[in-house]
T-cell receptor
Framework: NAGVTQTPKFRVLKTGQSMTLLCAQDMNHEYMYWYRQDPGMGLRLIHYSVGEGTTAKGEVPDGYNVSRLKKQNFLLGLESAAPSQTSVYFC?????????????????FGPGTRLTVL | GQNIDQPTEMTATEGAIVQINCTYQTSGFNGLFWYQQHAGEAPTFLSYNVLDGLEEKGRFSSFLSRSKGYSYLLLKELQMKDSASYLCAVLGGSYIPTFGRGTSLIVHP
C-alpha cells in the first residue's frame, strides 16, 4: 500500500509556464483534495472532489484547475504560473462523508510538492 | 463561513504537559480533527472528536465542547520528537474540513 503519492516532489517554474501536479491514492477513497501551505497561513483548500468525474472549488481556487477522470487520481493544473503560487502543495484523500467501517474519515496526505515560481 | 483560531506558537519543557487550544465558529458541525506535522513532512492524523468529552490515546488526549466551540489537544510526558506543528481542522456542514493556521510547538530540554 503506497497510500497517497505525489509527483513531482520539487519543481521550479518561470512566470507564465504551465504544469500539472499528479496525486494518486490506492485506498479506494471517494474524496480527494488539493491544499497549499504557506508560512503562517496553514493549509488552504484549493479544489476538492467527492467522487470520480466531480470537482468543486475550495477557498483559494483562482489560477488553478483540476480533473478527476479516474477515482484514484486527482490532477492539479497551473495554466500560467505566477510568483504568488510559490508554495508547498499537498494532496489528501479520505473516505466519503458517511465514512466506512473503522474510520473517522480522517485525511491521508501525500508527501507534498515544493513549487517555486520565478 | 468558518473561523478557527489556534495559538501561533508554544514552548514547553521535555517531560512536561502542554495543552493546545482551538476555538471555532462554523455553520454546521460534523467533527473536529487534530493532525501533527513535522517540519518538511505531511500532516498525520492524531485524533477525532464528534461528541463532547475527552478521548485518550496514549500520551495524547483531545477534548471537545460543542456548546463552547472549543477543543484542546493535551500532550503528556513531552518528548523532543513532539516538536512539530499541530493542526486543528473542523468538519462543517459540507463535510469538507477547514484547517486552522496551526500551532508550532517547541519542546526544549
Amino acid at each position: 500500500n503506497a497510500g497517497v503519492t505525489q509527483t513531482p516532489k520539487f519543481r521550479v517554474l518561470k512566470t507564465g509556464q504551465s504544469m500539472t501536479l499528479l496525486c494518486a491514492q490506492d485506498m479506494n477513497h471517494e474524496y480527494m483534495y488539493w491544499y497549499r501551505q504557506d508560512p503562517g497561513m496553514g493549509l488552504r483548500l484549493i479544489h476538492y472532489s467527492v467522487g470520480e468525474g466531480t470537482t468543486a472549488k475550495g477557498e483559494v481556487p483562482d489560477g488553478y484547475n483540476v480533473s478527476r477522470l479516474k477515482k484514484q487520481n486527482f490532477l492539479l493544473g497551473l495554466e500560467s504560473a505566477a510568483p504568488s503560487q510559490t508554495s508547498v502543495y499537498f494532496c489528501a484523500s479520505s473516505y466519503s462523508s458517511r465514512g466506512g467501517a473503522n474510520t473517522y474519515n480522517e485525511q491521508f496526505f501525500g508527501p507534498g510538492t515544493r513549487l517555486t515560481v520565478l | 463561513g468558518q473561523n478557527i483560531d489556534q495559538p501561533t506558537e508554544m514552548t514547553a519543557t521535555e517531560g512536561a504537559i502542554v495543552q493546545i487550544n482551538c476555538t471555532y465558529q462554523t455553520s454546521g458541525f460534523n467533527g473536529l480533527f487534530w493532525y501533527q506535522q513535522h517540519a518538511g513532512e505531511a500532516p498525520t492524523f492524531l485524533s477525532y472528536n464528534v461528541l463532547d468529552g475527552l478521548e485518550e490515546k496514549g500520551r495524547f488526549s483531545s477534548f471537545l465542547s460543542r456548546s463552547k466551540g472549543y477543543s484542546y489537544l493535551l500532550l503528556k510526558e513531552l518528548q523532543m520528537k513532539d516538536s512539530a506543528s499541530y493542526l486543528c481542522a473542523v468538519l462543517g456542514g459540507s463535510y469538507i474540513p477547514t484547517f486552522g493556521r496551526g500551532t508550532s510547538l517547541i519542546v526544549h530540554p
